[in-house]
Every structure is written in structure tokens, then in C-alpha cells.
């Protein structure tokens, strides 16, 4: 940390998503953002002097092992999270690493078993679980106000137009499911628990095999289920709704709530109410000042990735199974 204890971030790759929402929310949070790495010095030169990072370096690794860097985001594609997030551990230094954690189940496996062995710092970068306004909607379901919650209808499309796009490479783990996918099913593991029973998907593929329009369904005990659909066609839409025994939650967007973004209670017989969403600083900011208070020692980690990305990359497996050549519901290993 420097002098007046701000945590200092390395940022491995020169991704839009650093640039877009995770630098802005770094500087929110009161973080540093000391330097950037990419494969070529040139772009690590041009990014850091476009975003105001302090120093360029080339190659990861040398960021990595780098003493001055107290934290590390990767913001790689998804067929190289295992690979610098392991490396990045075994060095010592506390991970960010963007979602989904891993493309595949025996790398997140692989990646989570070297943040036991380590000892290491590791948060998969879903960062709503952080935010104020996920806390409000359990207290509204906990407080009964839509009785008990049974069904979450989870939407997650956008439209992605440039072919040389990471999320419809192949051999870059891209997919809908693993790219935005993931949200409703991590959004389902917030509210139902780890422990779903059965997953069943179906999907429309790309040219170079991807899914990119894809829908299902995970089952959870008691008859509860998540019903998701995502893609790459369509404008932006996030649309979520929780429904109770007793009344809905209509969330416009659950996962990045912006200025703009609400959500409503839906009771028979009353006056629907509705909420602002609390979107008045990036999505990413309350995860980065919590790894900060983690950092200086201030809070205990919530949200570990040795806590939390296991059950959503079984059930992104579960589901993938369904579309990649299996059509039998998968069912949840004991
Ligand atoms: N949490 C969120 O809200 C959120 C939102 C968007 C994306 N994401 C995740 O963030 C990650 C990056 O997504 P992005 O859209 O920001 O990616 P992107 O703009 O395409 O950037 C990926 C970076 O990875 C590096 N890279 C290394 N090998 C590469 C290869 N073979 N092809 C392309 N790039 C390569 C490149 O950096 P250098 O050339 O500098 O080495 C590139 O700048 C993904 O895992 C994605 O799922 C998360």
C-alpha cells in the first residue's frame, strides 16, 4: 500500500472491461491503479496512458512478480483465468479475477484448490452480490414480502456485433452461458442456496460453436427453479423477476443497477412499489472498497471464491452438458 495506505493494483490485460467499469470504480473506491500488463509493452503504453495508470510493463508475469503490486485483476479472456489466476496465487498476491471464474469445471477446480493451498486472497468478479441493492431485496423476502420466493426469471442479452469478438472464440471458453449466463445462476445461488438438483438447457450455436442464444432451467429443492435466458441478439436486457408465494419482484436490472435502474413489489391488492435501485456510483465500487477493507485488515472476506464459485461453475457445467450433445437433464453430483 503507499503512504496513505491505498491498496496498489496491478491489472493484467488491457481489457474493455478494465477500462470501462473497473478503473472507474478503482478510483471511487480510493484505490491505486499502479500499473498494467499486456502481452505487448506498446499496449500496456497506450493503455496506461489512456487510463492514467502509473507504469506499463510487458508480460504478465513480470507484473505478477512484481513486490510493489499489493493486488491483482485479471481481466483476461476466460480460457486463461486458470492459468494467471494459479500463478498469480502461488505469487502470493490477492486476485480479483473477472467471471466467470473459469471456462471449464476442472479448472475452477484446479484454481480454487491452489487458493486453499495458498492461503490466498480470491474473489471471482460478480460484484452484485456487494451491492446495496441486492442487500434491500433479501431484506424485502426476508421480511415476507412476497412470501416464500419459488421462481426466478432471469434474462441476460445483448447485442455483440463484432465477429473477432473473445465471448464467440471457442478456444477462448466464449459462449452466452458462460459470459452473461452466469449472472442468473449466480443470482439463483444468492437466493435459493448452493444446492440445485437438476439443470436442462438448450442453445443456438455460432460459427465457431459457441451458444449464443441459450435458455434453461436448474431445478432446486421444493419445487423452487431458476428459469434463464440469455444471448448475444438482442438489445441490453437484464430483466429479472422473483416470484413468491404472495407477490413478485420485478427487477430491471439486478446484476449492474445503474442511475436509472429500479425495482418493484408486486402484491395482489395493493399499489405496486417501486424502488430506486441505488445505482448512483459504478457496480464495481462497494466490491473494490470491500477487498480494500480486506486489504488493511478492517473486514473479514465475504464473498470468497473458495466460498462461492464451485456451486455456479456445476451448474454452468450442468447446464452446457445439455446443449453440448446431452439432451437428459444433468443431474447435481452428492
Ligand atoms: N464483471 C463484469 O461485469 C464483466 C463485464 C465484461 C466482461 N467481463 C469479463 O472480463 C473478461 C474480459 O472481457 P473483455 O470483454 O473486457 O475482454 P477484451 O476487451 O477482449 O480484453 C481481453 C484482454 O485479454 C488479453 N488477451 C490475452 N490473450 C488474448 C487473446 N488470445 N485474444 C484476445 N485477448 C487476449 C488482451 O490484453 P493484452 O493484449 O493487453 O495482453 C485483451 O485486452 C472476460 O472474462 C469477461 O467475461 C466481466
Redesign the pocket.
Given at each position: 500500500m503507499n503512504e496513505s495506505g491505498q491498496p496498489r493494483w496491478g491489472i493484467?490485460?488491457?481489457?474493455?472491461?478494465?477500462?470501462?467499469?473497473f478503473l472507474p470504480a478503482l478510483r471511487q473506491a480510493g484505490g491505486v491503479a499502479a500499473a498494467?500488463?499486456?502481452?505487448?509493452l506498446a499496449?500496456?503504453t497506450e493503455?496506461a496512458r489512456k487510463n492514467e495508470i502509473e507504469r506499463a510493463v510487458a508480460g504478465?508475469d513480470t507484473l505478477i512478480g512484481d513486490p510493489s503490486i499489493d493486488v491483482l485483476y485479471i481481466?483476461?479472456?476466460?480460457?486463461?483465468?486458470a492459468e494467471w489466476t494459479i500463478r498469480a496465487l502461488d505469487a502470493g498476491k490477492p486476485v480479483l479475477c473477472?467471471?466467470?471464474l473459469c471456462g471449464t469445471l476442472p479448472d475452477t477446480e484446479r484454481v480454487l484448490a491452489t487458493a486453499e493451498r495458498t492461503g490466498t486472497l480470491l474473489w471471482e468478479?460478480?460484484?452484485f452480490p456487494f451491492h446495496s441493492q441486492l442487500r434491500a431485496i433479501r431484506q424485502l423476502i426476508a421480511d415476507g414480502a412476497i412470501g416464500e420466493l419459488m421462481e426466478i426469471k432471469s434474462n441476460f442479452h445483448f447485442p455483440l456485433r463484432n465477429p473477432g469478438?473473445?465471448?464467440l472464440?471457442s478456444?477462448?471458453q466464449g459462449g452466452a452461458l458462460?459470459?452473461v449466463g452466469c449472472y442468473p445462476v449466480r443470482l439463483a445461488q444468492e437466493l435459493f442456496g448452493p444446492s440445485w438438483v437438476s439443470a436442462w438447457a438448450h442453445a443456438t450455436t455460432g460459427d465457431d460453436g459457441v451458444d449464443v442464444d441459450t435458455w434453461g432451467v436448474l431445478d432446486y429443492p421444493d419445487g423452487r427453479r431458476l428459469v434463464l435466458s440469455c444471448g448475444f441478439g438482442r438489445s441490453y436486457d437484464t430483466f429479472t423477476t422473483l416470484e413468491g408465494t404472495a407477490g413478485q419482484i420485478r427487477v430491471s436490472n439486478p446484476?449492474?443497477p445503474g442511475p436509472s435502474d429500479s425495482y418493484q413489489l408486486v402484491t395482489s391488492g395493493q399499489v405496486a412499489r417501486t424502488f430506486g435501485a441505488a445505482g448512483h456510483e459504478p457496480?464495481?465500487t462497494a466490491a473494490i472498497r470491500h477487498i480494500h477493507e480486506v486489504i488493511r485488515g478492517n473486514e473479514q472476506p465475504r464473498q470468497l471464491a473458495v466460498e462461492t464459485s464451485l456451486p455456479t461453475a456445476t451448474a454452468l457445467a450442468g447446464l452446457a452438458t445439455c446443449f453440448l450433445g446431452n439432451s437428459a437433464p444433468w443431474q447435481a453430483r452428492s
Open positions: 493484467v490485460g488491457t481489457a474493455n472491461i478494465a477500462r470501462g467499469q498494467v500488463a499486456s502481452r505487448e499496449s500496456a493503455f504478465y481481466a483476461l479472456p476466460n480460457a486463461m483465468h473477472e467471471k466467470p468478479a460478480f460484484v469478438n473473445i465471448r472464440s478456444a477462448l458462460l459470459d446484476f449492474h457496480s464495481f
